[in-house]
């Protein structure tokens, strides 16, 4: 198994839901020692595979192993002093903290940058948020289906047009904004390790749903209108088309080297003279005649022979899949994008893995996800505790081991 390039690193995962657990897992399973520090309720990520019919026990939780293997848990109850006191002990060992709790929250506790920075200064601090830091929804709660996916227009303008907004795709906000912070945090590291000091890192479901969509949101300033049909696509052939058997998707960047090639499959050379769709901006202005061309003859054809001619004219595109596909890609599973899984009790299920890889081709090594305050007793006595103040602590309710 190739070194780990964050092997040694110490980081403090105080967050909940996806997108604070994705956070700490890209971290964790880029080699650093990922403690999760939960309250004496736990992470109600915990909880999450109920939304998306999964099973969700102890003994098999796959969508939270997605979210938090590698990891360490410790419970501690930061209304007492004892647990601040541990999170203190904690922060002074660790090279990363970072959070998605409000604001308001991380101040009771003094977990805010200011109070952290000043009493441990070598602390990369970070922040995952609904909104950011600023404006009239600094401080308003945010889900990723709110804030990444219906505010920032993804969720109705990639509908069909005139038709009801789509169902919000899941956790995918969280995995990529939490993915992104994960990154900030480690490319910290570099100035900590030349200065010896931390630095503050932001940011947000809605600043990262406004940079995936950056492309739109620019071109919606200059006369583009969405939602769109799939006649008024982008460019005539950044479309999907449907053949005798599967929907495809075609993806032709190179509009003057392409098209013509496209001209003569369709045994339609005379098209790609055709002053309403020789250039590109002619296309643009023509879309729905010449998409209706190509749908016709594109329906009478099986998709074996339209993937072999569309390969052969080195057209980029794919049949047009669904989640369930997945699990059984040939490409998925050769990259180790999904893979195979045991549960805590042997049973059998699929993973999805974290996709960048380090030396070799394979995924992350998977340790369980680690069940509520399992390793409390173990982070403490790393931490200098005795045995017998680790029972006191437990006996006064201020951590909880798992039993």
Not at 242 to 266: Q, S, T
Not at 318 to 338: L, S
């Amino acid at each position: 198994m190739t070194d780990m390039p964050l092997k040694g690193v110490v980081v403090i995962e105080f967050a909940i839901h996806g997108a604070g657990c994705a956070v700490g897992k890209v971290l964790a399973d880029w080699g650093a020692d990922v403690i999760k520090v939960e309250t004496p309720s736990g992470d109600v990520a915990r909880n999450s595979g109920l939304q998306l019919n999964l099973p969700c026990t102890e003994e098999s939780n796959i969508h939270f192993e997605m979210l938090s293997g590698n990891k360490r848990s410790i419970v501690i109850d930061m209304k007492t002093e004892t647990g601040r006191e541990i999170m203190e002990r904690l922060l002074a060992k660790a090279n990363i903290f970072f959070s998605n709790f409000r604001m308001k929250a991380l101040y009771k506790f003094g977990l805010d940058y200011e109070s952290v920075s000043q009493r441990h200064p070598h602390i990369i601090w970070g922040h995952l948020s609904g909104y950011g830091t600023d404006g009239p929804l600094a401080g308003a709660p945010g889900f990723d289906v709110v804030s990444y996916w219906a505010k920032s227009g993804l969720l109705l303008d990639f509908t069909e047009k005139d038709s009801l907004p789509n169902t919000a795709p899941f956790g995918v906000g969280d995995f990529s904004a939490g993915a992104m912070l994960a990154g900030a945090l480690a490319a910290c590291l570099y100035q900590q390790e030349k200065t010896g000091r931390g630095q503050k890192v932001m940011n947000s479901l809605y600043g990262h749903a406004i940079w995936t969509a950056g492309s739109l949101v620019q071109s919606t300033q200059h006369g583009d209108q969405f939602p769109k049909t799939r006649k008024q696509a982008m460019s005539p052939f950044i479309n999907s088309y449907r053949c005798k058997d599967e929907w495809f998707f075609c993806a032709v960047m190179d509009y003057a080297g392409k098209f013509p090639l496209l001209c003569e499959m369709i045994g339609r050379p005379e098209l790609a003279e055709d002053p309403r769709f020789a250039t590109l901006g002619a296309a643009q202005q023509n879309k729905p005649e010449l998409i209706a061309i190509f749908d016709e003859w594109f329906a009478d054809q099986p998709w074996e022979k339209v993937d072999r001619l569309l390969t052969e004219a080195d057209i980029v595109h794919t049949k047009i899949a669904h989640f369930a596909d997945i699990a059984e890609d040939p490409q998925a599973q050769a990259n180790g994008y999904v893979y195979d899984f045991t549960t805590r009790t042997g049973g059998k299920d699929i993973m999805v893995s974290t996709p960048v890889k380090f030396g070799a081709n394979e995924p992350a090594q998977h340790r369980n996800a680690p069940l509520l305050g399992e390793q409390t007793e173990e982070v403490l006595r790393e931490l200098g505790y005795t045995e017998t103040e680790i029972a006191a602590m437990q006996e006064a309710g201020a951590v909880r081991q798992h039993a």
